[in-house]
């Protein structure tokens, strides 16, 4: 809503500030840190009201784990998404679809892992929501989102795919391009999820995906920069920057106390929705393909997960002591805090290798 106040600008006063990208995304990420250090505690309180128990442990899980982490609340992820949704609301363009596609993914996987957490925390057990039905509620948030990008892209963007080592290179995908958004946006969401099982673990890499998708929905939403590059250009994207910077100053407020040992744990309510709100800025950037390399991370996690059940359904056996991976690093004496800094130094170095993408064409 900010930018309207250059609305008061003779172009060389103040308020031409907010005519920039860059000065409203930093003015984001200080709105959102500034709401995740004034409100992280007293809505920490609040939760420990009103869970007597905190967030059940699964049984199966490191032993370590049911007496280090038990009563410790959850649904932490509403700090995250009120800083996000207030900063956002604050100082991006409002008549941006792409700022809107992002916001009402994210808040439709929040609402999915809301009732999830709720469902666990009401029945004291670490089974929420059947996985089949969460499934398929993300297929349709993820669908309408996709639908939404082809209608707001460019042709012949609209339902191509572009490749991140190829320029001007488009796979026109015709109607598949919708599942392919639905595939990326609910895989993404899951395997944030999946990977949200230490202290800290998730939330930096998320802020660090974040971080490098803003960067790159910045450059293709500017056609010097897109020219420079020779990549793809998506006028309108420059917004989402915006959305990032308010994750990132989200994250950083949550991060304050979700630091081992965590006060609060961000729950499904933050996992499911930071990363569908990830897989929907890559489908709106056109960098689908990108964020397998970015959010790196998350893709080894989902697929220790699938090689665990899959090798286990055939064989009987176990590939990993115990899946997701981070766990197997646990199970193998790794200390908790050492298992989250190097899978931040992983994801950090993923993510450059992502960002490196829009020179190396």
């Keep these: 809503m900010l930018h309207l106040l250059t609305g008061f600008s003779d172009g060389g006063d103040f308020f031409n500030l907010f005519r920039y990208i860059t000065f409203r995304a930093s003015g984001a990420l200080v709105t959102a840190l500034l709401f995740g250090f004034i409100f992280g505690r007293p809505l920490i309180e609040l939760l420990k009201r009103h869970q007597r128990n905190g967030q059940p442990i699964r049984?199966?899980?490191?032993?370590?784990?049911?007496?280090?982490?038990a009563g410790?609340?959850?649904?932490?992820?509403?700090?995250?998404?009120?800083?996000?949704?207030?900063s956002t609301l604050l100082w991006a363009r409002l008549d941006n679809v792409y700022i809107w596609i992002v916001l009402l993914v994210?808040?439709?996987?929040?609402?999915?892992?809301?009732?999830?957490?709720?469902?666990?925390?009401?029945?004291n057990s670490a089974k929420g929501v059947p996985a089949r039905i969460r499934f398929a509620a993300g297929l349709v948030i993820a669908a309408a989102a996709g639908f939404a990008a082809q209608l707001a892209h460019p042709e012949p963007l609209s339902a191509a795919l572009a490749f991140p080592?190829?320029?001007?290179?488009?796979?026109?995908?015709?109607?598949?391009?919708l599942v392919f958004c639905m595939i990326v946006i609910v895989g993404s969401a899951n395997a944030v999820n999946?990977?949200?099982?230490?202290?800290?673990?998730?939330?930096?890499?998320?802020?660090?995906?974040?971080?490098?998708?803003?960067?790159?929905?910045?450059?293709?939403?500017?056609?010097?920069?897109?020219?420079?590059?020779?990549?793809?250009y998506v006028p309108g994207t420059g917004e989402l920057l915006i959305f990032s910077a308010g994750l990132i100053g989200g994250g950083l407020g949550f991060l304050w106390y979700n630091a081992p040992p965590a006060a609060v744990f961000m729950g499904d309510t933050g996992s499911l929705a930071l990363g569908g709100a990830v897989g929907a800025i890559a489908v709106a950037t056109k960098h689908e393909l990108v964020l397998a390399i970015v959010g790196g991370l998350f893709v080894i996690e989902a697929l220790?997960?699938?090689?665990?059940?899959?090798?286990?359904?055939?064989?009987?056996k176990r590939v990993f002591l115990m899946a997701p991976i981070h766990h197997h690093f646990e199970k193998r004496g790794w200390a908790e805090a050492q298992i989250v800094i190097r899978f931040w130094i992983i994801a950090l170095i993923l993510a450059l290798i992502g960002l490196a993408t829009l020179k190396v064409r």
Aim: proline share 3%; charged share 15%.
């Design 59 to 69: 049984e199966d899980g490191p032993e370590s784990h049911r007496t280090e982490k």
């Design 72 to 86: 410790t609340p959850t649904m932490g992820g509403v700090l995250i998404l009120g800083a996000l949704f207030v």
């Design 106 to 123: 994210t808040l439709g996987f929040a609402a999915i892992g809301m009732v999830d957490d709720y469902r666990k925390l009401s029945s």
């Design 165 to 177: 080592f190829l320029k001007n290179f488009l796979l026109d995908l015709g109607l598949l391009y």
């Design 194 to 232: 999946l990977t949200d099982g230490l202290d800290g673990l998730a939330i930096m890499p998320v802020m660090i995906s974040a971080a490098t998708l803003g960067i790159i929905a910045y450059a293709v939403g500017r056609v010097d920069f897109t020219d420079y590059l020779d990549v793809h």
């Design 304 to 316: 220790s997960v699938i090689i665990q059940v899959l090798y286990f359904k055939a064989t009987g």
